[in-house]
């Protein structure tokens, strides 16, 4: 006979079944009803890429097959799924058709998930321990499900939740078979949303000190990070080259050298572009996918500078010209055709015209000449007067000038280069220029050179040559982000020419240094300077050029205006197919 109490005892601790589940339509939703014997304690989550419910039941065990149930294809529901996650722990997984917000709902005997139904009216399901006509049977291989990212993301929450079921929970989200180590214990809390699963799982373990590795065979073993450690230690070491495409191997060599264990070593092959690395298979492997990484092919970008130089010189020139004649007496001729009267006869005939400078005398008379040597260069108008006076002849020029010169020096420099890589160009000369140290002048005392025994010497300056570049020169540096190209420039125009005095030379140097965003195809003008000179230059007859109203008929006015304009444009264009 079996003792009472103790058959009371295990009746009243024995777990809860789940005897049966199942998919029915309630007022316009779609509800999974999970049938057991009494209330139970429930956990949930979901889970996307596919979309997924999970429902974890504690103190209970299940009564139906441990297999999934597929086909249900009803109310948002594909199939069904119920095992036994631990003892005393079923787990019920939803397969749905599209992410769904949900309520669960524990009434004694029933634990109901309710959300509303995406598909339209559907005929219940259910399956009560025994095989249902909608229940396929358990297959050999897993059904097809729809396929996942290499990556999906998971949401889910767990609260001092036990590590192994944390991983149990990952395992069946990945599909990746998980294998954690004897000495793997604790708990977890943690709330994930929308993260993708190696992250998350990578987060959670760091937290709880542990470390995870994946094995050829796609098995993921999770153990302590020291036990890692330790075992690294003591694996075997191995070598491999990475032969390096797209990048200089020394600018590799400072990435991968902290990602190399104690015991690693790395050395570069520069006549073959070749990493050649020492270590032990964990850290290879490790570090295999971050040199893969690293070596990419950059975009190349081409860059075109214009650097315009405008001259605009304006001048402005007026003057009064005019010469007295004696037709009898004396002349000078020093601007305009004029009569010399050769044989004496006091008349001026075609035959004795001249257009050389002469200087006549013959007596007591007057002859003038106003500003014959400050007229107007190129004079673009030109007025002649004349007024007889008797035997005096004064003959009057006017003349005036105003012109604009425009001259376009321009310079285009183009250059192609990789993303994040400087680039120069340069085309001009290399201006040597002779610097003398003036610091080097000075006396000795004493036993040095040019002076005995106190006294004194001198040392000769020292001169030295130093090289400067002229020219047009571009230096830029492009950084490629989608469409947009940030470039680091220096774009200048320079020319050498003898300075005055002891300056030996001077450099003048128009250039611009920025930095700028630009879209790809795009001008920005980076530069835009000009310059302006103004002069004004009065020359003539001393006194008489100053007096009030008249005076302008005895000098000569020159304005001239001297601009110069520079603009300096870029425009860059990433080179498709790079």
């Known amino acids: 006979m079996i003792p009472l109490v103790p058959l009371l005892t295990a009746l009243l601790t024995a777990p809860n079944p789940v005897r049966g589940v199942g998919v029915v339509p309630v007022d316009g939703r779609t ?4 049938r057991v014997d009494a209330a139970a304690d429930v956990k949930d989550y979901r889970l996307s890429n596919p979309d997924r419910l999970v429902l974890d039941i504690s103190g209970a065990r299940p009564a ?4 999934r149930f597929a086909n249900i294809n009803r109310g948002g529901v594909l199939g069904l799924r119920v095992s036994e996650l631990q003892p005393e722990v079923v787990r019920v997984v939803v397969e749905l058709a599209q992410p769904v917000e949900y309520t ?8 109901r998930v309710s959300f509303p139904n995406p598909a339209g009216p559907f005929q219940p399901w259910q399956v009560d321990g025994r095989p249902a006509a909608v229940r396929a049977p ?3 291989a897993a059904p097809a499900r729809p396929s996942a990212p290499p990556k999906p993301k998971i949401t889910a929450s767990f609260e001092q939740t036990p590590i192994l079921d944390v991983l149990t929970t990952f395992s069946e989200f990945s599909g990746k078979s998980i294998v954690a180590g004897a000495d793997v214990t604790g708990a977890v809390t943690a709330q994930i949303r929308d993260q993708p699963w190696d992250v998350a799982l990578a987060a959670i373990l760091e937290a709880q000190g542990l470390t995870a590795t994946e094995l050829d065979a796609g098995i993921i073993q999770v153990e302590k990070a020291d036990k890692a450690r330790d075992r690294e230690k003591s694996e075997e070491l191995v070598t491999r080259q990475f032969r390096i495409k797209y990048i200089g191997v020394d600018s590799l060599k400072d990435a991968v050298q902290p990602l190399l264990s104690e015991r690693g070593k790395l050395t570069v092959n520069r006549a073959t572009n070749t990493l050649v690395v020492t270590d032990g298979r964990s850290a290879m492997e490790r570090l295999e996918p971050m040199i893969q990484q690293f070596d990419v092919r950059a975009p190349q970008v081409t860059i075109s500078a214009k650097i315009l130089f405008v001259d605009r010189t304006a001048l402005e020139s007026m003057g009064i010209i005019y010469d007295i004649k004696d037709s009898r007496g004396n002349q000078l001729n020093s601007f305009s055709p ?8 006091g008349l001026f005939t075609p035959d004795e015209q001249t257009s050389q400078n002469v200087v006549s005398l013959g007596g007591s008379s007057v002859a003038a000449l106003a500003n014959a040597t400050n007229r107007p260069d190129a004079s673009a108008l030109q007025i002649l007067t004349s007024l007889v006076l008797g035997r005096h002849t004064l003959v009057s020029f006017i003349e005036a000038l105003q012109s604009l010169s425009l001259s376009d020096i321009q310079a285009a420099p183009v250059v192609t280069v990789m993303d994040n890589r400087e680039a120069m160009i340069q085309v001009g000369e290399e201006t040597p ?6 610091g080097a002048l000075g006396a000795t005392q004493g036993g040095g050179q040019g002076g005995q025994n106190g006294q004194t010497g001198f040392i000769a300056p020292r001169a030295t040559v130093q090289i400067k570049n002229t020219g047009v020169i571009l230096t830029v540096t492009p950084h490629v982000n989608g469409d947009q190209i940030l470039l680091d420039l220096h774009a200048e ?12 030379v001077v450099f003048q140097t128009q250039k611009a240094e920025t930095q700028v965003l630009v879209k790809d195809g795009a001008t920005a003008v980076v530069g835009g300077l000009t310059l302006i000179e103004k002069t004004k230059q009065r020359s003539g007859i001393p006194v008489l050029m100053d007096l009030p109203v008249i005076g302008s008929l005895f000098r000569k006015t020159v304005d001239s205006e001297h601009k110069r304009d520079l603009l300096i444009m870029v425009t860059p264009h990433i080179v498709q197919g790079s």
């Open 31 to 34: 509800e999974v009803v999970i």
């Open 64 to 67: 139906l097959p441990a297999e």
């Open 104 to 111: 669960v709902q524990t009434d004694g005997g029933a634990i």
């Open 138 to 140: 358990a297959p050999t």
């Open 338 to 345: 004029g009569f010399v009267d050769q044989n004496g006869d």
């Open 433 to 438: 220029i002779r610097v003398i140290d003036a």
């Open 493 to 504: 125009r320079s020319n050498a020419q003898p300075g005055a005095g002891d300056a030996g």
